[in-house]
């Protein structure tokens, strides 16, 4: 019930291509999905984020499509570039009768050739 | 510029002795967050303080404490490290909890021989 699974595990995509990004979360009580970004040695910085009353949200280059009934969301990287090589997390937070949540997926390692 | 700001970088311990693990914030956010983040695994929440309220998670072993003296200052007390807590701590804060944006420090890197 706890569980966020993020797949794949690891992505390697062609420069200008579209690198996709997928979480299924398991918990309704979530109401906040959020993306981050981290690169070696950093802290994760947030990427965007949706809640569930849209479907889908873009900024710039990212976009997070979101299938409430189906518990899943995803990033697509639009134009990838090799800046943006890095690990991704997808994370599922929100308050329920336990308390407050949030819980990360295992990251995906993004490698966009040049 | 605002930010989380966590001391030192890179800590070595030795098996069984105290650390303690530093974390500040210029945010005046009021919710402080402390993960621990194995090598290739996501960050694991370990608990966060809502205001001066403590929150634990279930499964973060009693080895680990926390202190939030004020809103800017948080730590981590870690009173018997084993090999197992190697890992990169990561402090985070957020204005309120629930669906609000984490600001993440740079990370405490321990070691533990």
């Known amino acids: 019930q706890q569980q966020v699974k993020q797949s794949p595990q690891s992505l390697i995509v062609q420069k200008g291509g579209i690198s996709i990004i997928n979480c299924a979360y398991e918990n309704t009580a979530f109401d906040y999905f959020p993306w981050y970004q981290q690169f070696p040695g950093k802290g994760p910085a947030l990427l965007i984020a949706i809640r569930p009353d849209v479907s889908e949200k873009k900024e710039g280059r990212f976009t997070i499509s979101f299938n409430k009934s189906a518990k899943q969301f995803s990033l697509h990287i639009m134009d990838s570039q090799p800046g943006d090589s890095a690990t991704y997390f997808c994370a599922a937070s929100g308050e329920y009768t336990g308390g407050f949540k949030t819980i990360f997926g295992a990251g995906t390692r993004l490698f966009v050739k040049a | 510029d605002a930010m989380v700001i966590q001391n030192p970088r890179y800590q070595v311990t030795q098996f069984g002795k105290p650390v303690t693990l530093s974390c500040s914030q210029t945010?005046?956010?009021?919710?402080m967050y402390w993960y621990q983040q194995k090598s290739s695994q996501a960050p694991k929440l370990l608990f966060h303080?809502?205001?001066?309220?403590?929150?634990n998670e279930a499964d973060t072993p009693d080895n680990f404490q926390s202190r939030r003296p004020n809103t800017s200052f948080c730590f981590l007390d870690i009173r018997s490290p084993g090999l197992g807590d190697a890992a990169m701590y990561l402090c985070a804060t957020s204005r309120g909890r629930g669906g609000n944006e984490q600001f993440f420090g740079p990370g405490t890197r321990l070691t533990v021989l």
């Open positions: 303080y809502y205001d001066k309220d403590f929150n």
């Open positions: 945010l005046n956010h009021n919710v």
